[in-house]
């Protein structure tokens, strides 16, 4: 499984980003998503995942700003972000895993398999 992460970039603090996940892999409606991100030195940080039955999980923080959503027809999942604030600067990574519990969505130990990370940067 490959993923392939993109759509970050300088935003200025109340501007908005959409980060897309598209994965090489020929049965992605089973797969569990997720976005991670890190901030610099801090440690990574689950942000939103959504199962294949298209549950959702948020963090705090995020929540009523983010929004996660899948495209199983194109093998790609987004992350819409609204309302960004200079904290939301990180490195965010997307992964994916089969047989994901619902309590389990939040942990990246959950998840096999990574992209390289999209650079989201919000300035004051």
């Known amino acids: 499984v490959q993923l392939q992460a993109c759509g970050g970039g300088l935003v200025q603090a109340g501007g908005s980003l959409r980060l897309s996940c598209t994965a090489s892999v020929g049965n992605f409606r089973q797969y569990v998503m997720g976005w991670f991100r890190q901030a610099p030195g801090k440690e990574r940080e689950f942000v939103a995942a959504i199962s294949w039955t298209r549950d959702t999980r948020y963090i705090d923080s995020v929540k009523g700003r983010f929004t996660i959503s899948r495209d199983n027809a194109k093998n790609t999942m987004h992350l819409q972000m609204n309302s960004l604030k200079p904290e939301d600067t990180a490195v965010y990574y997307c992964?994916?895993?089969?047989?994901?519990?619902?309590?389990?969505?939040?942990?990246?130990?959950?998840?096999?398999?990574w992209g390289q990370g999209t650079l989201v940067t919000v300035s004051s």
């Open positions: 992964a994916a895993g089969l047989g994901i519990i619902y309590s389990s969505m939040v942990r990246s130990g959950s998840y096999g398999y």
